[in-house]
């Protein structure tokens, strides 16, 4: 009997912004001249709570935090827009993204995106990347009612992969996702890439494994047992 942590391994669900895509410092650059219309500077810890959250969240964050009195839903219309202007023909994917999604797919994993973003974000993000369709299942912020740090939306992705999630192994780069992954039963790499304030908080819930980048994510999941295929996968593929 495996003990607990050693569950075989048969799906990675990836997070996307700051893990697969550079789209953090346009997000946050948005975010700066968003909050400049109203009066504001955005200071790093505020940054770096945003980190992993969807905008609604992020925005009735800001909202408290800062003492804005618009409409919630006009003050979301107006940083989607700055976010998608911000983002668009500016993407590019992060060193080792490809790479990793090649490893799980020829070792017959099955492989979702469970991102915090909204549809139209996502599909723009992942066009621009050369990522689209790489994914057997995908799940976006606005699929759940609960966003990170909260488990549902990769509890989300691992169904629509028909998976268990102790089954999974999720890469984040956030301190909320990390504690999303735990919290859905799953285990959890920590990746934090790109750092928007001057020192992001580690996970409240610990992670399996921080890694400098995804490269190092292959070595980890072969270390435990990833990497050989099967003739079944094989004739699946």
Not at 16 to 38: C, I, N, Q, T
Not at 117 to 130: G, I, K, P, Q
Request: hydrophobic content about 45%; charged content about 25%.
């Amino acid at each position: 009997m495996r003990s607990e942590g050693s569950a075989l391994v048969t799906a990675l669900i990836f997070d996307m912004d700051g893990l697969l895509v550079d789209s953090e410092p346009f997000a946050e650059a948005a975010m700066r001249s968003f909050l400049r219309r109203y009066g504001h500077e955005l200071s790093d810890d505020v940054s770096d709570r945003l980190l992993g959250r969807r905008v609604p969240e992020a925005i009735a964050y800001v909202t408290e935090r800062y003492g804005l009195v618009d409409d919630l839903a006009e003050l979301n219309s107006i940083y989607n827009d700055l976010r998608l202007a911000a983002i668009r023909g500016n993407l590019r994917p992060l060193p080792g993204s490809a790479e990793l999604i090649a490893f799980g797919r020829e070792s017959g994993l099955r492989l979702a995106l469970a991102t915090s973003n909204m549809r139209e974000h996502v599909d723009l993000s992942l066009t621009e990347t050369a990522l689209a369709g790489l994914f057997d299942a995908e799940a976006t912020g606005d699929e759940v009612e609960r966003g990170k740090p909260e488990p549902d939306i990769f509890l989300l992705a691992a169904a629509r992969l028909g998976v268990s999630p102790e089954e999974c192994v999720v890469l984040e780069d956030s301190p909320a996702g990390i504690t999303a992954a735990k919290a859905a039963g799953m285990r959890a790499l920590w990746v934090p890439q790109i750092r928007i304030g001057t020192g992001l908080p580690a996970p409240p819930t610990a992670p399996d494994a921080t890694l400098p980048d995804l490269f190092k994510a292959i070595p980890w999941l072969r270390a435990r047992g990833v990497g050989h295929v099967s003739p079944d996968s094989l004739m699946e593929n």
